[in-house]
């Protein structure tokens, strides 16, 4: 009996905590494509994880600026929605990676990262040069 018991006990712990997982939030890398179609059809919050120096060169539109390496990153992100998806991009990747598993441990839903960041990026439509 007391073997059943402590199987019906793993099994459920097991299914509790596979079931946490899946609610905890996901992070999805999409392609440029995959990113333009969700910015379209969802309500995203678009997110530059660049330096400021950096947007000088251009940045995609709509997109608002929180500095992966600021001091006030972990504040900045707080004023994130959770429940709202969020797309993240940097240069090549590497920051958003990081960003987009900050995110997830601070309890955001859904997190989107733009797969070789914007260098990868082809919309015109969607970017913003600035003037030199």
């Known amino acids: ?11 459920t712990a097991s299914f509790l905590t596979s079931c946490k997982n899946d609610l905890e939030g996901e992070i999805k890398l999409v392609t440029p494509e995959e990113m333009q179609d969700l910015m379209e ?8 994880v660049r330096t400021e120096q950096e947007r000088v060169d251009g940045f995609i539109k709509n997109s608002q600026n ?17 429940t709202k998806p969020v797309i993240l ?23 989107y990262d733009l797969k070789g960041g914007i260098t990868q990026w082809r919309f015109k439509d ?3 040069e600035m003037p030199n």
């Open 41 to 48: 059809l969802e309500d995203v919050q678009l997110v530059d």
């Open 66 to 82: 929180i500095d992966f390496n600021s001091p006030t990153f972990e504040k900045d992100i707080e004023k994130l929605d959770k």
């Open 1 to 11: 009996m007391k073997r059943l018991l402590l199987i019906f006990f793993v099994v």
């Open 89 to 111: 991009y940097c240069q090549s990747g590497g920051r958003s990676k990081k960003c987009a598993e900050k995110l997830k441990d601070a309890g955001f839903v859904m997190i």
């Open 126 to 128: 969607y970017f913003i």
